[in-house]
């Protein structure tokens, strides 16, 4: 079955200091990825996706991931964090029903908190 | 573009009331997607539209839930008989149907069930 995990449950950092979070999934076929983040009380805001090509995508904000599909991995990094990026973050993967996409399955969550 | 919005935002009912909460996708969107979000837990799919047609339920969806997309625009979920458990922030997105799909979300509706 499909999964998504993401071993961080809650990450601390610095303002200024570089991040990345962790996320593996699980998918026999080759995935669509994507990373998002949500603001206290928010609904989800699309940071970057991969579907196909260059592993190394970039996003909005900062952000970047990179498919690497013999770890099973998409990491987001950014090099330098703002106090702004304190939320929370979900790696997902696309599903798919006889050959078309359907819905997202999600990861738990990584929260980040931003030390001054 | 104004993105997707959910109505209402926040809801508070006793328990055994029914609620409905209605989504209004992208405009050019033909796929409406509804997850449910409980505390420290990612996004969870309940059921999906492609048009006015409903083409996947999820086992979350107990026969106490409903949803529907009538004209293949906004749509509708509606929870009889709340139960306490069913609180939790709903959540709404819509994408374009083709290869490259990407879903937008909208801000959510959270239900409290006292």
């Known amino acids: 079955a499909q999964s998504v995990t993401q071993p961080d449950i809650h990450i601390t950092v610095s303002e200024g200091a570089s991040l990345e979070l962790r996320c593996n999934y699980s998918?026999?076929?080759?995935?669509?990825l994507f990373w998002y983040v949500q603001s206290p009380g928010q609904g989800l805001q699309l940071l970057l996706k991969y579907f196909s090509g260059d592993t190394l995508v970039q996003g909005i904000k900062g952000f970047e991931a990179e498919f690497k599909r013999s770890q099973s991995s998409f990491n987001l990094r950014k090099p330098s964090v703002h106090w702004s990026d304190a939320a929370e973050y979900f790696c997902?993967?696309?599903?798919?029903?006889?050959?078309?996409?359907?819905?997202?399955?999600f990861g738990k969550g990584t929260k980040l908190s931003v030390k001054p | 573009d104004t993105g997707v919005s959910q109505d209402p935002r926040h809801k508070i009912t006793k328990r055994g009331q029914n609620v409905t909460f209605r989504c209004d996708p992208i405009s050019e969107h033909n796929r409406l997607y509804w997850y449910r979000q409980t505390l420290g837990q990612g996004p969870e799919f309940l059921t999906y539209f492609q048009n006015e047609a409903q083409l996947e339920k999820s086992r979350l969806l107990s026969d106490r839930f409903s949803a529907e997309r009538p004209k293949g625009s906004f749509s509708t979920l509606e929870i009889q008989r709340t139960e306490q458990g069913d609180s939790a922030m709903y959540l709404c997105?819509?994408?374009?149907?083709?290869?490259?799909?990407?879903?937008?979300f909208g801000p959510g509706t959270r239900l409290l069930v006292l």
């Open positions: 998918y026999g076929a080759t995935p669509y």
């Open positions: 997105a819509s994408s374009l149907e083709f290869e490259q799909e990407t879903q937008y």
């Open positions: 997902a993967v696309g599903a798919w029903y006889g050959g078309s996409q359907g819905n997202l399955i």
